[in-house]
């Protein structure tokens, strides 16, 4: 098994923003291959956040917050101009749909098959076809016609999703990873700057996984043993990336 990263929002943007990229690469899975009705969780899951919320401003001025950063370090000593420029092409590009699209989502609500099958959702085992008729008539259809229909819907978020996987990976990008070692199985740290993402990449034979709390400057990592669901006594090596 290959190391794994546990990653910690240490804001609710950022926890909002991992949600949403959470939920975009589910909708790609679903574009890639057929998964049935379940390819309608993480379609209505987007419907749903972003009904309560718009998160075009906030979105907006963090791109204008990178591309400002982008732009001075775009002719520092060791930086990789072409793949600088690169990011501030998307940037401009992605900031530009944004404002143009209207509200993610909002057409979707028009549409009369999908406004029952979300009515429905939400109860369990509701998915039967004397509940919902019309989803296993949908899902008679071709796989083509099908992943096409499906394919529609979702890019009513792209003009969202897409800046927000920018904005993340810009954020992982920036920071590297430092060792780290967990006394008794419980590390802490501070910063001066405000952090939005602590990263812990740890081999999973250690038997472990973290469990993240903290802020913008203070954070504390505990060390769980999987078997035993409970908290580590021993030494954990373990890779840490906090991030700004």
């Known amino acids: 098994m290959n190391e794994l990263i546990y990653e910690q929002p240490l804001n609710e943007k950022t926890r909002s923003y991992l949600r949403l990229e959470y939920l975009a690469n589910q909708v790609r899975s679903n574009l890639d291959q057929d998964h049935?009705?379940?390819?309608?969780?993480?379609?209505?899951?987007?419907?749903?956040?972003?009904?309560?919320?718009?998160?075009?401003?906030?979105?907006?001025?963090?791109?204008?917050?990178?591309?400002?950063?982008?732009?001075?370090?775009?002719?520092?000593?060791?930086?990789?101009?072409?793949?600088?420029?690169?990011?501030?092409?998307?940037?401009?590009?992605?900031?530009i749909k944004l404002i143009?699209?209207?509200?993610?989502?909002?057409?979707?609500?028009?549409?009369?098959?999908?406004?029952?099958?979300?009515?429905?959702?939400?109860?369990p085992g509701a998915c039967c076809n004397f509940d919902l008729p019309q989803l296993h008539y949908w899902l008679a259809k071709p796989w083509e016609v099908r992943q096409q229909e499906y394919k529609n819907w979702t890019e009513h978020f792209e003009c969202l999703l897409t800046p927000i996987k920018l904005l993340l990976e810009l954020t992982r990008k920036t920071t590297v990873y430092n060792p780290a070692t967990a006394t008794a199985g419980f590390y802490q740290g501070s910063s001066?700057?405000?952090?939005?993402?602590?990263?812990?990449?740890?081999?999973?034979?250690?038997?472990?996984?973290?469990?993240?709390?903290?802020?913008?400057?203070?954070?504390?990592?505990?060390?769980?043993?999987?078997?035993?669901?409970?908290?580590?006594?021993r030494s954990i090596d373990f890779m840490l990336a906090t991030c700004t």
């Open 36 to 95: 049935q009705h379940r390819c309608f969780y993480p379609l209505f899951s987007l419907c749903e956040l972003t009904e309560r919320c718009d998160y075009r401003s906030e979105i907006i001025k963090d791109i204008d917050k990178q591309l400002i950063n982008l732009k001075k370090w775009q002719h520092l000593p060791h930086i990789d101009e072409q793949q600088v420029e690169g990011y501030i092409d998307q940037m401009q590009e992605a900031r």
């Open 100 to 123: 143009r699209c209207e509200r993610p989502g909002q057409k979707l609500k028009q549409d009369r098959f999908l406004s029952a099958l979300r009515q429905r959702f939400g109860m």
């Open 192 to 233: 001066t700057q405000a952090l939005s993402l602590i990263r812990v990449k740890i081999d999973p034979a250690q038997g472990c996984y973290p469990t993240i709390s903290g802020n913008r400057n203070r954070y504390a990592i505990h060390f769980v043993l999987f078997d035993q669901q409970k908290h580590s006594d």
